[in-house]
């Protein structure tokens, strides 16, 4: 049985000063629940300030990075490492966001490295796949997907894949208020089990949890939820306000 997962992306949103408001209006929201698991990404920045109080507060909330390089230290200007991130206490790590991959021209490979390195250093990844409007257009998104998977996967130990989550996020639907629908995104988070049990083995597939990301609101997640592959949303704009946050967590 997967228990449902819901991250929130933060993106290059709150100072640590309003990330401090933020979980303490959450964990006033939300606290000690056990049949879900959350999660927030906050900036590099805020990391530290929100892990305290977490773990001040004994909130049930867990805490991960949003990126993160795949060398441990090095000159690397303007770079946070996995020992670093590690350090912190954190205990998830979104690897190959779309948003990285278009600006800051993240391949498969990158993805593969930072997938690696964090399951070195115990962080869980989140790690994102998707495909375009041309390419789904093209009709070729489910094959430019599963390539995604299987090149971001590659020489991956079985063993730390049941700490992966994947997250489905088609580029097309991220912060344009347009979300795939419940069944295209299931359809999608489907064939992605399929591809990992053929990588893997079935019961993989089976523990791995999917999330569908991409314009997830109050209003559209409990739809998406009642998917069977849909185990979790990875979840951007709604994420930095704490009513929508909690009514999403809420579905
Ligand atoms: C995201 O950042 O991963 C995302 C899905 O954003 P949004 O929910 O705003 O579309």
Redesign the pocket.
Known sequence: MRIPFIAG?W?MNLTHLEAIQFIQDLGYEFKNKNNIDVCICPPFTALRSVKNIIDADKLSIKIGAQNMHWEESGAFTGEISPLMIAALGMDYV?IG???RREYFFETNDIVNKKVKIAFKHSLKPIM?VGESLAIRESGKAKEFVLGQVTECLKDMDIKNIFDLTI?Y?PIW?????K?ATSSDANDMCSAIRNKVADLYNNSAAELLRIQY?????PSNITELMAMPDIDG???????IKVEDFTAIINY
Do not use: R
Not at 173 to 177: E, H
Not at 213 to 217: H, I, L
């Open positions: 992306n993106k979104i966001h779309s948003e994102c997250a996020e639907a991220i912060g344009t208020g979300n990301g991409g314009s997830v609101k949303a990875l979840v951007g704009g709604a994420s």
